[in-house]
């Protein structure tokens, strides 16, 4: 092993930048690849998707982050495999990437669970290039239907969300906000009233991690700002313009946005390395994959036993944790030390709803909801957002939105090659060719 051992990330995500700041001041090489240049705070994604924020507001570029730190090293590619043998990182069309130690914090994409359709047709939120792929369709959808208002009964203003946690309740509740406040008096001379957002659950309640009355208490705050909450529906099949149900009922709309769950990154099955629950890498307490003692798994890709039978959720804050421990685990082998099992450390969950509403579940079993914990909710996303610049930048916008009701980014940017904008969202098809 050099003097400096080298120690490779793959992702530049929540769990791969707390790995990366763990060790940029010891004696180590870092190696941070990611395939894009920019780190995503994907909690805010869904502002971008409906025009309460700029993509550059919740995006971060990789190497500003390190500008300082002469030993971290950022290289853009994606990995297509790790060579166990030479213990090399393969990287597409670039030569390979040598590492002592491995950690890999490569996140989750969009489970679609096999449902037909759904890759082909409908809008994922994991993304920045999703998500102005999402803004630009439901704005183009409004200009459409201004044009020629008979589409909208052919669903041109129908939104379907299909996934009551977290992300679809706040996809939903920020629809309704836009439609309601903002197009209604962008489209005068449309009948916005006449547009409906529909969020589909197949289980009989929302916020499946949160308690009953947060889940109540989302419920209610939806239908009142006008969501149709359609639970224990199950989505069988979609299609261009319609989304069918298992008990025979469909809808005719050509927004689909797909929040229904995630999978292991692809890189997962690349590894041949075992595989739980959503294709995520298992790992071992101290957070090693079984049979490489030098590499580490965290955050979305890995599957982390919670020592209470079940998993650790797939959160932000279970991968800055576990990016944290895989770095410390490295530095206890540097220096002979024996290793320490993964002790997480719940900070609590929150989800918002739209305007005043959010619920939030704190450490010790406090529960809040309506406008304190709104204003939790906002702070905690402030304080963990990436940059001062993008800090001062969302909050700005967030009080500008507040007293205005105006949405300034509710802007259609594509390349300009003469494509419109509801082109499907599968694999492959993103608008700046990011994937
Ligand atoms: C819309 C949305 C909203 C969310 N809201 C919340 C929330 O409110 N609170 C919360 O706690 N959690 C939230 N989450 C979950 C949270 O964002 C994730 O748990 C967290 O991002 C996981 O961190 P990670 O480092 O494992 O992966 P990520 O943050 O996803 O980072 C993975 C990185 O790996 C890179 N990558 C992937 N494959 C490759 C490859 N082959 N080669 C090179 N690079 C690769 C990606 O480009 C990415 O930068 C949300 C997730 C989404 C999608």
């Not at 297509?80 to 914090?105: H, K, N, S, T």
Request: aromatic residues 8%; hydrophobic residues 45%; proline residues 5%.
């Amino acid at each position: 092993m050099a003097e400096r051992p080298q120690v490779v990330i793959i992702g530049a995500g929540f769990g791969g930048l707390a790995a990366a700041k763990r060790l940029e001041a010891e004696p180590v090489d870092v190696v941070l690849i990611d395939q894009r240049n920019y780190h995503t705070f994907l909690p805010l994604l869904y502002q971008v998707a409906t025009a309460g924020l700029n993509a550059a507001d919740v995006a971060y570029a990789t190497r500003g982050l390190f500008r300082r730190q002469q030993r971290v090293f950022f290289r853009r590619g994606r990995v297509m495999g790790v060579d166990w043998d030479q213990r090399c990182v393969q990287i597409d069309d670039e030569p390979p990437v040598a590492f002592d130690y491995l950690i890999v914090a490569a996140g989750a994409s969009a489970n679609f669970f096999g449902v037909p359709g759904a890759a082909e047709y409908s809008y994922p939120l994991y993304t920045l290039p999703d998500a102005l792929r999402l803004r630009n369709h439901i704005i183009d959808m409004f200009e459409e239907a201004d044009a020629d208002a008979s589409i909208v009964e052919e669903g041109a203003l129908t939104f379907v969300v299909v996934g009551g946690g977290p992300t679809g309740v706040e996809v939903a509740g920020a629809l309704a906000e836009l439609i309601d406040k903002v197009f209604r008096e962008d489209f005068h001379d449309l009948d916005v009233h006449r547009s409906r957002i529909v969020l589909v659950e197949q289980a009989p309640h929302l916020l499946g991690p949160f308690d009953r009355r947060s889940r109540d208490y989302a419920h209610k705050v939806l239908a009142a700002r006008g969501v149709e909450v359609r639970l224990g529906t199950v989505v069988e099949a979609i299609e261009a313009d319609r989304v069918r149900f298992s008990d025979g009922g469909s809808i005719a709309t050509r927004t689909l946005v797909w929040a229904a769950g995630v999978k292991a990154g692809e890189l997962a099955s690349t590894l041949g390395v075992t595989q739980g629950r959503g294709g995520r890498i298992a790992v071992g307490s101290d957070l090693s994959i079984p049979g490489h003692p030098t590499a580490f798994a965290v955050g979305d890709i890995a599957d982390m036993d919670d020592g209470k039978g079940g998993r650790h959720p797939q959160l932000a804050q279970v991968a800055m944790q576990g990016g944290r421990h895989a770095a410390e685990q490295v530095l206890a082998t540097m220096g002979k030390r024996p290793r320490e099992p993964f002790s997480y450390f719940d900070k609590g969950t929150m989800a918002t709803i739209g305007r005043r509403a959010a619920v939030a579940e704190l450490p010790g079993g406090a529960k809040l909801t309506g406008a304190l914990a709104w204003l939790a909710w906002l702070v905690l996303h402030l304080l963990y957002l990436m940059g001062v610049r993008n800090k001062v930048s969302v909050f700005v916008n967030w009080a500008w939105n507040y007293f205005t009701w105006d949405r300034g980014p509710r802007l259609i940017l594509r390349a300009e090659d003469g494509r419109r904008g509801h082109e499907p969202a599968g694999p492959g098809r993103s608008v700046d060719g990011d994937r």
